[in-house]
């Protein structure tokens, strides 16, 4: 398994050197072309880097090359987001009408343009001297490597196989049945992807299909064909074709008469293939998908029509896109095992047949060991062939104890399996990956806090600045879902929540090393190449070295309940790493944040959340001009906002908790960049503001919990696509103002919730027929009817009904939301009652809906 985490380092820095924002920074600055040169150098450097990685361990002088290069791309992005810094002053300067601050920054600007091309040119020599030093090494040029599973075949001893009865006589069910018309009007040949990450064992549920009797009895024609590689279609159907003299004949006399076609033109190969299918009623297995063009696929599918009605084609794949090109029937989505399987599933591999008797307590241990496999079976094979054959108790603890990447691995092992699915992304998503391994397993991510890291890396690429990088950086987590490497994973629309599965966060750990560091009490020391720091325990504040480097770039507190209580030990922070960009104090309990943290010219996110303790803000917060996101969201005592807030021009989400009674309109007219403002738990906040201007870039609005206000301006957000407005009693007689209706033009995600008095849904909900997607109302006690115009929302995708106990009754027209793909009811025990599949009185109204989740109709109000 060789590494390339220094290869993607590198390959991202070049993305940066090449962004749109970058380029159009360094030209304001007038370092362009210098910086160009960096570029060149660096691509030549990365071309020898995988190679240098797969040698590193014979060669102690080629591993302290690699720690040059790179501390080498640290300085370097240092310096890119220095210029950028520059750029955002130029730019705040430039907007403002003092005079004095004009002639201040010209009279600046040739000593910092002096500067940086020192910096420049140290970064550029140093890169030339490590392309000189490397030389030696006799490094190849190499691209990044995909390694492969070898090829599958159909046999398998039914016998080996633990715990996967049910979920094969599910696919056989579905084989056994007449097929429906697909989505792309095909009758008769059904696709169905069995989906999941790897090692769950999708190729052996596919082989116990394919074995089983009944499928002779159902199919005349069998065939077996792993894909793997490409999706090649010349190669895929020769293996058709010879996988057809295989199941037709016994396998000596198939082998012994099949005939050579690798020769054959494409046109003599179609026309063997339709041959032999022609008529027959088949199953064909496609294993181990790993991509496909849909074009690609349509292209084979009509190849292969030529079949008898019936016909069935079963899919493994790892990816939720590919299912989704190939299947025109629900994918089968594999589970884990259950821990009773599992256990079973270990004992079998660590032990000879009835030797687990002799030693219970090393059984004993065994269930913690199965414990961690996570449901996988693979994880549980790897873990228990570890063991065989040995009974030494230390080594059974060693294996319980030790995280799964710390224990040797063969080829066919977990870590191996799952970073097959690693080595297949592109290298900017590769790097991405890396970070989850700072979150502690069993972390419930929202897509917004890993883009946001993301984001500041500057891991999301948008080439011509055309493209929202927050639009990219959800097209990255849905890549992630789509290749099963995120679990539990709930959309709301505007955002949307997950997990990793543990041997996932394994990988990501596997694949971060030495530059994402989890401090725990344990870790008496940090590395020095460090750069990503997560504490997860109070305890280790007090015990572990931090690292005295300057490279350390992130500091977040995952855990709730963890978190900074002096001010000391930020203020050391803040004066040690200077070069931080992104600083979450998630659950600290300082009163006040220092006026040191200005220092942090760099610094991107600067999170409070939670510090219930902390009563004001420095005004020195304003000379952030780099900060991007901030958020003070549940300082329940801070009682007001600093002086000079509109300073930090760049700020791309802001969320205030604050004892104010009024805001300064001031403060955010010169947020032109500004996408996400949110008020929660602002007690005392009657109005927003008290000037009517337009906030153009604003896109999301969350108010929470603000018990006095009484109004919002939404008519100073026109490009407003996403509002959610929860627990706001006094907005009750606002919610009725039918005037809103002009004002909703651009949503497409209301969230409305904790409203007790209201009988409907407000009527300027109209305003946005034609482009609202999401629709959740969850807690209103009092509600009894819908809106008929509900069902007029063309483009509604995702209607979410959540403890309405009154709410008895749809609209009539239901049916006609033909776009609706989620649909949950839940707390409503009539609506429920009526709503219940196939029995209720509602269901024929919603049946079409793909995702439909209906509560217990008995279910008391929550």
């Known amino acids: ?30 370092v362009y072309e210098d910086l160009q040169g960096i570029k060149a150098t660096l691509s030549i450097v990365k071309c020898f880097l995988l190679d240098a990685e797969d040698k590193k361990d014979q060669n102690h002088s080629l591993r302290e090359w690699l720690k040059q290069i790179q501390n080498i791309c640290c300085n370097a992005e240092d310096m890119l987001d220095d210029v950028q810094c520059q750029n955002s002053r130029n730019q705040l300067v430039q907007s403002s009408g003092s005079k004095r601050m004009k002639v201040g920054h010209l009279l600046f600007s040739p000593i910092y343009r002096c500067r940086i091309a020192h910096r420049i040119k140290d ?15 006799g490094l190849e040029r190499m691209d990044v490597s995909v390694e492969r599973r070898e090829m599958t075949y159909s046999h398998i001893d039914a016998l080996d196989v633990i715990g996967r009865d049910n979920e094969k006589e599910e696919i056989i069910e579905f084989l056994m049945q007449t097929c429906g018309r697909g989505e792309d009007g095909d009758k008769g040949l059904c ?69 050579n076609i690798e020769h054959f033109e494409i046109e003599q190969l179609v026309s063997r293939l339709r041959h032999k299918l022609s008529g027959q009623k088949f199953l064909l297995v496609l294993d181990d998908i790993w991509n496909v ?32 090109i190939m299947g025109n029937v629900p994918m089968y989505t594999l589970k884990g095992l259950s821990l009773e399987n599992c256990l079973s599933l270990f004992v079998k591999w660590a032990f000879n ?80 990956f890396a970070y989850f391994s700072l979150f502690p397993k069993g972390y419930l991510f929202t897509c917004d806090e890993i883009c946001n890291l993301w984001e500041v890396f500057g891991l999301v690429r948008a080439a011509d600045g055309s493209q929202k990088v927050e639009n990219i950086a959800r097209e990255y987590i849905d890549e992630l879902h789509s290749r099963s490497f995120l679990q539990d994973f709930e959309d709301f629309g505007h955002t949307c929540v997950f997990k990793v599965h543990d041997l996932v966060h394994d990988l990501a750990v596997y694949v971060a090393k030495e530059r994402f560091v989890v401090v725990k009490s344990c870790n008496q020391n940090v590395p020095e190449q460090a750069m990503h720091l997560s504490i997860v325990e109070n305890d280790s504040l007090d015990h572990a070295m931090f690292s005295t480097s300057k490279s350390v770039r992130t500091i977040l507190f995952p855990i709730q309940g963890v978190g900074v209580d002096s001010k000391t030990l ?35 996110v600067l999170i409070l959340f939670r510090n219930t303790k902390i009563k004001r803000l420095p005004d020195s917060i304003c000379e952030l001009h780099n900060l991007q996101v901030l958020s003070v969201r549940g300082c329940t005592e801070l009682e007001a906002l600093p ?108 969230y409305l919730g904790d409203f007790s008095s209201l009988v409907t849904l407000p009527r300027w909900i109209l305003g946005s027929t034609n482009t609202l997607l999401s629709l959740v109302i969850k807690i209103f006690p009092d509600l009894t009817t819908l809106p008929e115009c509900l069902t007029i929302m063309i483009c509604l995708k995702r209607l979410h009904i959540i403890d309405c106990p009154q709410l ?52 008391e109000e929550n």
């Open 1 to 30: 398994m060789s590494d390339s985490f220094l290869f993607d380092i590198a390959d991202s820095l070049l993305g940066k050197l090449a962004s749109y924002a970058h380029e159009e920074a360094s030209k304001a600055c007038g």
């Open 123 to 137: 970064v550029r020599d140093s890169l030339d001297k490590v392309v000189a030093d490397g030389n030696k090494f």
């Open 191 to 259: 696709v169905i992807p069995i989906v999941g990450i790897g090692g769950l064992g999708k190729t052996t549920l596919a082989k116990l299909v394919f074995n089983d009797k009944r499928m002779d009895e159902v199919f005349q024609l069998k065939m077996w064909v792993c894909v793997s590689n490409d999706f090649d279609i010349r190669r895929i159907i020769i293996k058709i074709i010879n996988s057809t003299s295989v199941t037709t004949s016994t396998p000596i006399l198939a082998l012994a008469h099949q005939e």
């Open 293 to 324: 063009n849909r074009s690609k696929w349509i292209e084979l599918k009509d190849l292969i029509k030529v079949g008898a009605a019936g016909s069935k084609i079963l899919v493994t794949t790892r990816s939720n896109s590919i299912a989704s």
């Open 353 to 432: 047949e009835g030797e687990e008797k002799k030693y219970p307590y090393l059984l004993e241990i065994g269930k913690d060991i199965v414990k961690k496999c996570r449901g996988i079976p693979l994880a549980v094979r790897t873990l228990g062939s570890s063991l065989y054959s040995k009974y030494d108790l230390d080594k059974w603890e060693f294996v319980r104890d030790s995280e799964i990447w710390n224990l040797r691995q063969n080829k066919d092992d977990i870590l191996p399996v799952l970073k097959l699915s690693y080595d297949q992304m592109s290298s900017y998503l590769r790097h991405c």
């Open 570 to 604: 930020l203020d050391s922070w803040i004066s040690r790493y200077r070069y931080l960009r992104y600083l979450d104090l998630s659950d600290s309990s300082f009163e006040a944040l220092p006026n040191s943290i200005s220092k942090l010219e760099l610094l991107r």
């Open 643 to 750: 002086k000079g807030l509109g300073k930090l021009i760049n700020l791309r989400q802001l969320f205030i908790t604050t004892k104010q009674f009024v805001l300064s309109h001031d403060e955010f007219a010169s947020m032109k960049h500004l996408q996400t403002l949110g008020f929660h738990y602002c007690d005392n906040l009657k109005l927003l503001y008290n000037v009517a201007q337009q906030l153009t870039s604003l896109e999301t609005l969350f108010v929470q919990s603000c018990g006095s206000l009484e109004a919002l301006p939404l008519y100073s957000f026109p490009k407003l696509q996403t509002l959610l407005i929860s627990n706001c009693e006094m907005l009750n007689r606002w919610l009725n103002n039918e005037s809103l209706i002009t004002n909703l033009s651009s949503m497409k995600h209301l």
């Open 808 to 859: 008895s009754s749809l609209p009539s027209d239901m049916h006609r939301l033909a776009v609706l793909e989620d649909l949950t009811i839940d707390g409503c025990p009539e609506l429920c009652r009526k709503c219940q599949p196939r029995f209720g009185e509602y269901w024929p109204m919603i049946a079409h809906v793909k995702h439909v989740f209906i509560g217990e109709p008995t279910g």
